[in-house]
């Protein structure tokens, strides 16, 4: 509910005022504070920096930085004709990606706040155009018996079993070409990425013809997913043009979202590619009124020789040389990069180097929610527990030591201050629920309990089991679902008489 609800509205338009100062995330990071609290049950005096990386919501100024990217990239969405382009450099103007490519040089940023989100991006990079084509254009919903599209099934057992039937079926009917298509993506030494796509299409089951094209590094696997769509049917039409028999072209992909998107060039990721594989779907649909074609999901992985086919030529595409420009998938998946390495790297030189905290700070920041978050999503109190225990800032003596001085620090044990590592190791309350902690570590060695995932699932079992770190020290009564059903009828009598007939 924050992430939806909340942060949209107190960053709104920050692309525009953010100037990276101070003042401006102060107040910001007033409710985004409050807001990690409540939702990681925490105590006030709880460090901010274990809630971000326990709820796995960055740092404010951190967002902020990311907000500004993400509007640089949607400059590229804007038409040509758009006011706010005009702003920029007459290049951003030009429909053809004519001129070299040049890197953003940030040192080299106008003075204005729209020259410094465009510094996110450049004019050469992807384009989107919103009125490429006219509403009234025909669609593959305008040929309902000659176009077929079919996204992923909700059952992929009985998927592969059909898929391998019915076109084990078209092998004998000389009419039909079967094409698989692929897109595949590896990291190439430490750090560089490289995409390849590919496309295999067969005749009576004998492959006819094999397509590979490298996208390099600036490409995401959708966009190889996308373009392999459009080579399969490109290569396929041109195959039937010389074998005058076949009218049906049948194009099988593992990817759903490709699928979706490649009939229709609306003004979304990958427009232009959509757009060429529109021009050839009508192209081969206009040329013969008998002609058909069908774009289906094909499971992947799963022994299908045409896919794996596929998969093995897409994988060989990789090392294909390209010059491609950065896609908009791929600035966007950049943009997530550079907010975790930005995070990252603030965690790595802000982390206390001592404290009840930092014994435990050892998995570094994430923008995927933990699995313990996860969970523990209808276990809140144990949640809260859990981040209280790893952080110190829980109900125990060492605490009440610490910030409640009026509280009795001793433990019910007998021990004068009741800390978090006599609770965990030596508390005799607790000593039949620590075989879970010694299948982790047999010495019960608080770093490996407290900063690593297994460490973290087994004192999971040992609060939910024990008790430990409540406030009076024994298991919370479990609450039911509350229900409709639970109110009394009296609740819905007096709100239905309030009600005018």
């Known amino acids: 509910m924050y992430r939806t609800c909340v942060l949209p509205i107190i960053t709104y338009a920050s692309a525009i005022w953010w100037t990276k100062k101070e003042t401006h995330a102060k107040a910001l990071n007033r409710v985004q504070n409050r807001a990690l609290r409540i939702i990681c049950a925490a105590f006030r005096t709880t460090p901010i920096q274990a809630l971000e990386i326990e709820a796995t919501i960055p740092p404010i100024h951190l967002h902020l930085d990311y907000l500004e990217r993400k509007a640089g990239i949607r400059l590229n969405r804007l038409s040509i004709t758009n ?45 989107v155009f919103p009125f490429l084509l006219p509403p009234w254009r025909k669609t593959h919903t305008d040929y309902p018996n000659r176009v077929t599209i079919q996204d992923e099934p909700t059952k992929r057992d009985k998927a592969i079993s059909e898929h ?109 590619l959509a757009y060429t594989f529109y021009q050839h779907m009508l192209r081969w649909l206009q040329k013969n009124p008998v002609n058909t074609l069908r774009v289906a999901w094909c499971p992947s992985h799963s022994d299908i020789p045409g896919n794996e086919r596929a998969d093995q030529l897409a994988k060989e595409a990789i090392l294909l040389p390209s010059s491609s420009e950065p896609t908009i998938t791929h600035n966007i998946r950049h943009a997530h990069e550079h907010l975790k390495r930005d995070w990252t790297t603030l965690w790595r030189n802000s982390s206390p180097q001592q404290g009840s905290w930092a014994t435990a700070n050892r998995i570094s920041p994430s923008l995927c929610p933990t699995p313990h978050f996860l969970g523990l999503a209808d276990k809140r109190e144990l949640f809260g527990r859990l981040l209280q225990c790893r952080t110190g800032h829980s109900y125990s003596g060492e605490y009440y030591h610490r910030f409640v001085p009026s509280a009795d620090p001793a433990c019910p044990c007998g021990e004068p201050i009741q800390t978090r590592e006599h609770i965990i190791q030596v508390c005799p309350i607790y000593e039949r629920h620590r075989n879970t902690l010694r299948k982790v570590s047999q010495i019960l060695y608080l770093p490996d309990l407290l900063g690593t995932k297994e460490g973290i699932k087994a004192l999971i079992s040992f609060l939910d089991n024990s008790g430990a770190f409540t406030k009076n020290g024994q298991s919370p009564p479990t609450r039911s679902t509350p229900h409709m059903t639970d109110r009394p009828l009296t609740d819905f009598l007096e709100t239905d008489s309030q009600t005018p007939s």
């Open 83 to 127: 006011p706010v382009i005009h702003c920029l450099p007459p290049a951003w103007t030009q429909t053809e990606h004519s001129s070299p490519r040049q890197e953003t040089n940030l040192s080299s940023r106008g003075t204005t706040q729209l020259h410094w989100i465009a510094a996110h991006t450049a004019h050469n990079h992807e384009r």
């Open 164 to 272: 391998l039937h019915y076109v084990s079926s078209l092998k004998t009917s000389p009419n039909h070409i079967v094409v698989y298509t692929d897109g595949s993506q590896k990291t190439v030494g430490q750090r560089f990425r490289r995409t390849g796509a590919a496309a295999v299409g067969f005749h009576q089951g004998n492959e006819i013809f094999k397509q590979r094209i490298g996208l390099g590094g600036m490409a995401e696997v959708y966009d190889a997913e996308l373009t392999g769509l459009v080579i399969g049917l490109r290569t396929a039409i041109t195959k039937a043009e010389s074998l005058p028999k076949i009218h049906h072209i049948h194009i099988y992909a593992d990817n759903a979202a490709a699928i979706k998107t490649v009939p229709d060039p609306k003004p979304h990721k990958g427009q232009l």
